[in-house]
């Protein structure tokens, strides 16, 4: 079940950053929660995987050295099958732990990769379970329905060893679940980030420096909008544009999420001010001059939800450098890195 749920909220996650060119213009932008939801989920489910996946492997490793190793083409379809699931969950667990932690020792692209194995384990459990239906079956009808009781080969071992199991998945759960979930952050003990962590209380990935747009003054800044009717605003032009507030999520891929009080002007104001067609989509794009989240795309859901903002103030203050000032986008059900700071630029595409 934490493979399942860790997989379907995979998928989500990659669709929402990734999407289709034939599904770019259905990703919703609402619930405004929806992604901190998943998100928090898929990190939540994969880190409880990790005590499970442990014990699973401690019972079941013995068989690792059965004799004969091999007993028929189909044991050893079967064997190759069960080697692909092991491998391939030990990859996912640890490069997704190592992922939340931000540390990348590994010469190859995380999210493709990780994207890639996620099917690999996916086809290799359906298959074991496939393999193993049987048993498990011949398993379950052994009981009288509606007793507990566990038969008697079944006994205060394996019992204990599930108590065991379950009080590990709790404390993992307990001690890193408040990154996103944040009624829980007292208990944070393990999770690499706290959400309090950072300028104006919210945790940055990229700092100014990092980006190389640490010296942007109000004077120099300058917001391209370019479309049918391209325009240019300085600073003080945004400022006097009509100011919305909103309260909306930053929710990193990486696990954390955290709530901020937004204000700025609507994108979709921009764009009407453009002459952008209702259902055009937009290239957000960063003063940044290299790094991978320097641009992000919208479909026209997302451009033209009032709640889309290219904001200016984070809890009633000016954006610190860091969080991108001295404009970035803020939109609702939008994953972290699609977040662009230091915006100089939104481009309408056809
Ligand atoms: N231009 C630019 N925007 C960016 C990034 C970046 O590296 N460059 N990082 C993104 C990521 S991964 C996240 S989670 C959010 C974090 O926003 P914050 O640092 O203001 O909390 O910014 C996003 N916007
Ligand atoms: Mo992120």
């Keep these: 079940m934490a493979f399942a749920l860790c997989f379907v909220t995979g998928l989500v996650s990659h669709f929402m950053q990734h999407p289709p060119g034939w599904l770019a213009d259905s990703v919703p932008s609402r619930p405004a929660w929806g992604y901190r939801l998943t998100q928090g989920l898929h990190v939540a489910s994969g880190i409880a995987a990790v005590p499970l996946l442990l014990a699973k492997l401690w019972t079941v490793y013995p068989r690792l050295y059965e004799w004969p190793l091999v007993r028929s083409v189909r044991h050893a379809l079967e064997r190759l099958s069960v080697g692909v699931l092991v491998a391939g969950a030990v990859f996912e667990l640890a490069t997704g732990l190592l992922n939340t932690a931000q540390w990348y020792p590994w010469p190859f692209s995380f999210v493709p990769v990780h994207y890639a194995v996620a099917w690999l384990v996916v086809g290799a459990l359906l298959l074991h379970i496939a393999v193993k239906a049987p048993e498990i079956k011949a398993h379950w009808a052994r009981r009288s329905p509606g007793t507990l009781a566990l038969p008697a080969q079944d006994g205060p071992d394996r019992r204990s060893l599930l108590a065991a199991v379950g009080a590990a998945v709790g404390v993992v759960t307990l001690t890193t679940v408040g990154q996103s979930f944040t009624p829980l952050k007292e208990f944070l003990l393990f999770a690499p980030r706290h959400p309090d962590t950072g300028p104006q209380e919210l945790p940055v990935n990229r700092t100014a420096d990092a980006a190389g747009v640490g010296g942007i003054t109000a004077v120099a800044y300058r917001l391209v909008v370019a479309g049918p009717q391209s325009y240019t605003l300085t600073l003080d032009e945004l400022r006097a544009l009509p100011q919305h507030e909103v309260e909306l999520p930053i929710a990193c891929v990486e696990g954390w999420s955290k709530s901020a009080r937004?204000?700025?002007?609507?994108?979709?104001?921009?764009?009407?001010?453009?002459?952008?067609?209702?259902?055009?989509?937009?290239?957000?794009?960063?003063?940044?001059?290299?790094?991978?989240?320097?641009?992000?795309?919208?479909?026209?859901?997302?451009?033209?939800?009032?709640?889309?903002?290219?904001?200016?103030?984070?809890?009633?203050?000016?954006?610190?450098?860091?969080h991108g000032y001295p404009a970035r986008l803020i939109a609702p059900d939008r994953p972290g890195v699609l977040q662009t700071k230091w915006v100089g630029g939104l481009e309408v595409s056809a």
């Design 262 to 322: 937004w204000t700025g002007v609507r994108v979709r104001d921009l764009l009407e001010r453009a002459g952008a067609p209702e259902h055009a989509r937009v290239r957000v794009v960063s003063l940044e001059s290299r790094g991978g989240y320097r641009v992000s795309e919208m479909g026209h859901k997302h451009a033209r939800d009032p709640l889309t903002l290219l904001a200016l103030r984070l809890n009633g203050e000016e954006l610190d450098p860091d």
